[in-house]
């Protein structure tokens, strides 16, 4: 485990699940071609965090894994009105966690963000309706759901995975 992020459990040593390696290609193929339209967005969050383009129909930053990790992000907190935090139970941080967001709508679904959170704090910016938020460890799905409003304090919610 690395010295610096004592607090944190990682993901090493288990076996990724297709899907999660599916949803990293697709955010490197993503990255890859929007790296000049990322460069705005990655000089308001920088260091350890990932921060979705702005073509994307849910914007997002994640991030959180060092002391400086959290500063940034609690900088842009307010940017954003949905706040994930990722965690085992035994209170352990998690970082690179695949997550999905599907907006709810009148008998039809709508994924509308696939990637991975690289810290345990994962920063939506949704269009007023309900979504559900889906999260893997180990290869165990969780989902909730939210509703956005258009205004006021963000919604919050934890994913408590079991850990090993």
Known sequence: MNKLLPTFAFQAGRRPSPLFLQNVLLAVAV?????PLSATAAADVVGTTATSTSQ??????????????????RQVASRYNVHVMFSEQRGSYLA????TVVRLASGKEQQIASAVSEGPLLYLKLAPGAYRIAAEVDGVWQKQQVRVGAGGSPARMSFVFRGK
Do not use: H, K, L, Y
């Open 96 to 99: 690179g966690i695949p997550f």
């Open 56 to 73: 994307s129909e849910a914007a997002w930053t994640s991030g959180g894994v060092s002391e400086e990790g959290r500063e940034e992000m």
């Open 31 to 35: 990255a890859a071609t929007c790296v």
